[in-house]
């Protein structure tokens, strides 16, 4: 019998380590085409061990209302996410947004360890920018880039003014179960549940103003997903529901979107 229980722990071990593998290549989508922006912006290239993180910094022609590091999601690069970046400038709010390696004019390959170490070394660089310096700080993710924000944000608390999420899930294992039958869940669980999952990390975050987007319409994420991690935010909190699909409530429904982005930091934290 202890044999036996020896040799299941092995394997489950063995097949956790593959699970999380596969699942790396199924999480990240980097794309290094860039293309065209048209709307003014400098760079940062960022070393970072043996590669260079891009970060791309964008300026609104006033003067800005808060500073907003931003994180994409599974698939392109900062130029593809420009759609929702532009709405942002134009609103008057400054964007420093990030390249995760391998994505853009970042150098390397993404993992789900190297993009959440890489995140310290990048935000240790983008405050000694002399323009972000003393303005409030609001960290967005897009879809899988919601995971980053919600741990980054919990361990920078005192740093951070407001949270957005727009087109999260509650964990990296919660919405890979959505796609793999039943006998996998278990694997999938034991490799990816405590790869800094928000519906957790969420929990942690004290006092602070924070807007969760989702699409009623949106096919590649559920709204459920949202919703568990909303549920177990603290308050303040608030939950837009677009009308739109995946991460298109910026560009489609900016007006209201942006009533409820200018109420974050006029919350009382």
């Not at 009623?216 to 997903?225: F, N, Y």
């Not at 949202?226 to 995946?246: C, I, L, M, T």
Request: hydrophobic residues 40%.
């Amino acid at each position: 019998m202890k044999n036996i229980k020896t040799l299941i722990i092995l394997i489950t071990i063995v097949a956790c380590q593959f699970v999380n593998a596969q699942f790396e290549e199924k999480f990240y989508f980097p794309k290094k085409e860039w293309r065209e922006v048209k709307i003014p912006y400098s760079e940062d290239f960022i070393s970072v061990e043996e590669d260079t993180i891009h970060t791309a910094f964008f300026q609104p022609k006033v003067t800005p209302k808060a500073s907003v590091l931003f994180f994409h999601g599974a698939g392109g690069n900062i130029s593809t996410y420009m759609y929702m970046i532009e709405p942002l400038v134009e609103n008057g709010y400054q964007v420093y947004a990030v390249d995760f390696r391998g994505y853009g004019k970042s150098t390397g390959n993404p993992t789900h360890i190297n993009i959440k170490s890489d995140v310290e070394v990048i935000y240790a660089k983008m405050k000694k920018n002399e323009v972000i310096k003393n303005t409030k700080l609001i960290v967005m993710g897009a879809s899988l880039g919601c995971q980053i924000a919600t741990y980054f944000t919990k361990n920078h608390q005192d740093e951070v003014s407001a949270l957005i999420l727009d087109g999260g899930f509650a964990s990296f294992a919660d919405v890979a179960k959505i796609y793999a039958p039943k006998e996998a869940h278990m694997f999938i669980e034991g490799a990816l549940g405590k790869m800094y999952p928000s519906k957790n990390e969420i929990k942690g975050i004290e006092d602070m103003p924070k807007l969760i987007i989702h699409g009623k319409v949106d096919k590649s994420i559920p709204m459920s997903q949202s919703e568990v991690v909303f549920k177990n935010a603290k308050e303040p909190k608030a939950f837009f529901v677009s009308e739109k699909g995946h991460l298109e409530a910026l560009k489609l429904e900016t007006e209201k979107v942006f009533k409820e982005i200018d109420k974050l930091l006029t919350t009382q934290q």
